[in-house]
Each structure stands twice: as structure tokens, then as C-alpha cells.
């Protein structure tokens, strides 16, 4: 297992934020690349602004690891479990899950020891309200 916090820690990374993102509240700070013949920001010039490359990425060794130092598997029913190996894996419940099949993955994960990262149950079981017991003749001339 590796420490994945720790590594991602290390790695300073700057904001990248679209070009003149500050004059127009409409634009918004979400990053596009710009396009412009004459731009600063894409001619890389100093105090402009950073630019997104490949060496910003993180190490190939954490990559697609959860930060709790697992790799993260998706799962749509309770079959695939079976091929979850709980010392390197963890599971997240696909969202496409409906109440009773979610609830019997988390039972059987609970039994094999599997971390879920999304075990909050989205429906609880259903109550069934008791039926009031029918009243009898006796009872309704008193």
C-alpha cells in the first residue's frame, strides 16, 4: 500500500485558470486553452499565467489510487465482488444501483472485510406498517 497523501502533498501544483478570467464575472475561473494569435498566456510569457503539461501529472506509482492507498474498483452487483482482493482494492457502489441490490452488496462486503468508499445507504429498508386488527361487533355497541 502506498502512502498517496503523502506524495500528492509533495506535489505543488498552480492554479490554472482561464485567461482574463478576472474582467468578466461570466467567464467563470474553469480552464480553456487559449487560442488567441496574440496572447500572452499561450506564448508562455512570465506573469501571465501557467499553462497545463504533461509535467504537472502525477507519478505513474499513484495514479488512479485512492488516497487511502487503494486502487478503486466499481461495482454493479454482487458477483463482482468475488474478484476484489481487500488488501489492494476498495469497492465504490455504482450509482446505478437500485435499494435492494446496494444493500446486499454492502452485506456481502461487510462479510469479506472490503472497504466501500460510498456505503451511505441511499434508500433505507422499507417498514412495513402492522394492519390494525379489525374491530369486532362487541366492541362497536359499548
Same mark, same amino acid.
Given at each position: 500500500m +502506498?502512502?498517496?497523501s503523502? +506524495?500528492r502533498?509533495?506535489?505543488?501544483?498552480p492554479e490554472?485558470k482561464?485567461q482574463?478570467?478576472y474582467?468578466?464575472?461570466?467567464? /467563470?475561473?474553469?480552464?480553456?486553452a =487559449?487560442?488567441?494569435n496574440q496572447?500572452?498566456?499561450?506564448?508562455?510569457?512570465?506573469?501571465? /499565467?501557467?499553462?497545463p503539461s504533461p509535467g504537472? /501529472?502525477s =507519478?505513474?506509482t +499513484?495514479? /488512479?489510487?485512492? @488516497?487511502?492507498?487503494?486502487?478503486?474498483v466499481l461495482?454493479?452487483?454482487?458477483?463482482?465482488?468475488a474478484t476484489v482482493?481487500p488488501e489492494?482494492?476498495c469497492?465504490?457502489i455504482?450509482?446505478?444501483?437500485g435499494?435492494r441490490?446496494r444493500?446486499?452488496? +454492502?452485506e456481502?462486503?461487510?462479510?469479506?472485510?472490503i472497504?466501500?468508499?460510498? @456505503?451511505?445507504k441511499?434508500? @433505507?429498508e422499507?417498514?412495513?406498517? =402492522?394492519? =390494525?386488527? @379489525?374491530?369486532?361487533?362487541?366492541e362497536?355497541?359499548?
Amino acid at each position: 500500500m +502506498i502512502k498517496v497523501s503523502v +506524495i500528492r502533498r509533495r506535489i505543488k501544483r498552480p492554479e490554472f485558470k482561464r485567461q482574463a478570467w478576472y474582467t468578466y464575472k461570466r467567464l /467563470g475561473v474553469a480552464w480553456r486553452a =487559449p487560442k488567441g494569435n496574440q496572447s500572452k498566456l499561450r506564448m508562455h510569457l512570465k506573469g501571465k /499565467g501557467f499553462l497545463p503539461s504533461p509535467g504537472y /501529472g502525477s =507519478p505513474n506509482t +499513484i495514479k /488512479g489510487i485512492h @488516497p487511502c492507498g487503494l486502487q478503486e474498483v466499481l461495482v454493479s452487483n454482487v458477483a463482482q465482488l468475488a474478484t476484489v482482493s481487500p488488501e489492494r482494492q476498495c469497492v465504490r457502489i455504482a450509482s446505478t444501483l437500485g435499494r435492494r441490490k446496494r444493500n446486499e452488496v +454492502i452485506e456481502k462486503a461487510a462479510a469479506a472485510k472490503i472497504r466501500i468508499l460510498n @456505503p451511505v445507504k441511499k434508500y @433505507p429498508e422499507k417498514k412495513v406498517k =402492522p394492519e =390494525p386488527a @379489525p374491530e369486532t361487533k362487541e366492541e362497536e355497541k359499548s
